[in-house]
């Protein structure tokens, strides 16, 4: 069982900046080798994709990401951060990280989310 816990949300106004931590814990970490993204939601609407870290270190991001987002990794400490900046009003949502793995056997973990909301 894999425990995800995102932290780092907030309030900001527009311009601002953010970093959201998702931590990971639990047995299997190091057996299914858990690649982390990051997913946002807002009422009503389906969840969208960020960025995704694989475990080797390479990342994708949404063109909606793209030049102001960063997406990290600190192994030692089962942590993955989004760094957000030039934050605007459309960035407001729910924000999950999903731990998910090729490996037979791992299953796919959601954390519960934390919020984000940028005022104009």
């Known amino acids: 069982q894999v425990k995800l816990v995102e932290s780092g949300g907030g309030s900001v106004q527009a311009g601002g900046s953010l970093t959201l931590s998702c931590a990971a814990s639990g047995s299997g970490l190091a057996y299914c080798n858990f690649d982390i993204s990051w997913h946002r939601q807002t009422p009503g609407k389906e969840p969208q994709f960020v960025s995704v870290?694989?475990?080797?270190?390479?990342?994708v991001y949404a063109d909606s990401a793209k030049g102001r987002f960063t997406i990290s990794q600190d192994n030692d400490k089962n942590t993955v951060f989004l760094q957000m900046n030039s934050l605007t009003p459309e960035d407001t949502a729910q924000y999950h990280c999903?731990?998910?793995?090729?490996?037979?056997?791992?299953?796919?973990?959601w954390g519960q989310g934390t919020q984000v909301t940028v005022s104009s």
């Open positions: 999903k731990a998910f793995s090729s490996v037979d056997g791992c299953l796919g973990y």
């Open positions: 870290i694989r475990r080797d270190g390479t990342t």
